[in-house]
């Protein structure tokens, strides 16, 4: 597990200062931006930014703010976590990445999905009806895009192309690019189909409960002729110097965002016996070093991935919480979880 992948993702959710204030979008951007430069130095793999069209968040257009993260850093892949493809074009989305892609020095990753939210599609003029025609068609492209030659396509949802010819390229010939699953075996076999990474979300439940799909990710490429690349998740998380003060610094924000979310969805109130069994038992990552690091390497142990990324923001942490978060994640967790998975394997 020597090449094991560990990445950090955030929607941008917007910070509370010192004063406990909320703090405005753009400096909330700014704060991803110096999270990101701090996550780079610590020598953490991959920082993974989600596009969400809501109040709670700050980052509409991951690949903007990648962009001028890619700037200041040096070595941190930068990607998508995810870009709604349904909702957005395909070619312009190509032009996007393979432009961070240039200003980073070949650092740049997509991961593609259909996304868990659904304000960009009445936000863009996209009807809901077309949800899953939308994803289908527009990967279908995107696929296409990859082989960085003349596209001629045809589908539904927009315009045809006839042998065109898209600018800029990469300068590898070659844009990393994932599909995030949250747990649909028709999406898995998808992904599969068109031979490419997967990545899944597993945000809730014991993470076990995912091997099923892994293994159909496996069969399916074998049957499809095309590469099975090793399998990223990502889950929440949060780390503190003790595991009282990470659970009681992620609390109240995971409380606000979950209630909120929850109550679009019908779900009822969400109880702190539900938010402490979730960490023991389920997939919040919630503690001190030792504790985050134990949790990961078991289930990376348990599910045979090749990579894991930590959501370390939920809601209004504050902004020394956040920084305290991803200092001790790339300092201390990921180093210990190495070891950890080293040692099992002697």
């Not at 990607?79 to 990445?97: E, K, Y």
């Not at 899953?132 to 030659?149: I, P, R």
């Not at 209630?259 to 109130?269: T, Y």
């Not at 539900?274 to 990376?300: F, M």
């Amino acid at each position: 597990m020597s090449d094991l992948v560990f990445g950090l993702d955030t929607f941008g959710d917007v910070p509370v200062d010192d004063s406990g204030a909320l703090v405005s979008h753009a400096r909330s951007i700014r704060q991803t931006v110096t999270e990101a430069v701090l996550a780079d130095d610590l020598g953490v793999d991959v920082l993974a930014l989600g596009e969400h069209h809501r109040p709670e968040y700050s980052v509409s257009t991951p690949e903007t703010v990648l962009a001028g993260i890619a700037t200041r850093t040096k070595r941190i892949r930068l990607s998508s976590g995810v870009t709604v493809l349904s909702s957005d074009d395909p070619v312009r989305v190509f032009q996007r990445f393979a432009t961070l892609d240039a200003l980073s020095d070949g650092r740049a990753e997509i991961i593609l999905g259909r996304g868990s939210f659904t304000e960009s599609f009445p936000l863009f003029g996209y009807d809901l009806a077309d949800y899953d025609v939308l994803f289908e068609e527009k990967l279908d492209l995107f696929v296409q895009l990859l082989e960085e030659k003349p596209v001629t396509w045809k589908g539904t949802v927009r315009p045809a192309l006839d042998h065109a010819e898209v600018y800029p390229t990469t300068e590898s010939g070659h844009l990393t690019t994932w599909v995030g699953v949250g747990g649909s075996p028709q999406s898995v076999v998808r992904t599969a189909r068109h031979g490419l990474p997967l990545m899944i979300a597993i945000i809730g439940g014991a993470p076990s409960r995912f091997a099923p799909y892994i293994d159909l990710y496996e069969r399916a490429t074998a049957q499809f002729g095309t590469t099975a690349y090793p399998v990223a998740m990502h889950s929440p998380g949060f780390v503190a110097d003790t595991d009282e003060q990470a659970r009681e610094a992620h609390w109240p924000g995971y409380r606000v965002i979950r209630d909120r979310i929850g109550a679009l969805r019908g779900w009822p109130p969400v109880r702190r016996a539900e938010y402490e069994a979730e960490i023991e038992q389920g997939s919040l990552y919630i503690g001190s070093p030792e504790t985050v690091a134990r949790k990961i390497a078991r289930t990376v142990g348990e599910l045979r991935v090749g990579r894991f990324d930590l959501i370390y923001t939920a809601g209004s942490q504050s902004i020394g919480d956040r920084l305290r978060s991803v200092e001790l994640y790339g300092s201390r967790v990921v180093p210990m979880v190495r070891d950890m998975l080293a040692d099992r394997s002697v």
